[in-house]
């Protein structure tokens, strides 16, 4: 079982920045920061594999940039220029590693919310 518990969400104006934090009780290689929006499905943002690779939805390149503290039980997402359609609950999730590759995310946090004003 991981607990995971984000934080470092808030309003902000179009073009400034937020940096989530997400701790996890334990050290865990495979996470990602999802995204819902109201009305909306949950999204994958960025994601970081047991290996380091990070991956990011097209909508956010070259924006947010996901990372992980040494001792992997600290996940960021450093976010930039931030638009107002990127105002969402972002949840951090974490996944098992089964057969050397990343399972499903199974654990979630809490959420932490991220509003944008134009």
């Known amino acids: 079982q991981v607990q995971l518990v984000e934080s470092g969400g808030g309003s902000v104006q179009a073009g400034g920045s937020l940096r989530l934090s997400c701790t996890a009780s334990?050290?865990?290689?495979?996470m990602a920061w999802f995204r819902q929006a109201p009305g909306k499905e949950r999204v994958a943002v960025a994601t970081?594999?047991?290996?380091?690779?990070?991956n990011y939805a097209d909508s956010v390149k070259g924006r947010f940039t996901v990372s992980q503290d040494n001792a992997k039980t600290t996940l960021y997402l450093q976010m930039n220029s931030l638009q107002p359609e990127d105002t969402a609950m972002y949840y951090c999730?974490?996944?098992?590693?089964?057969?050397?590759?990343?399972?499903?995310?199974?654990?979630w946090g809490q959420g932490t919310q991220v509003t944008v004003s134009s």
């Open positions: 999730a974490a996944a098992r590693i089964i057969f050397n590759s990343c399972s499903s995310f199974k654990y």
């Open positions: 334990t050290s865990t290689r495979c």
């Open positions: 970081i594999d047991k290996d380091g690779r990070t």
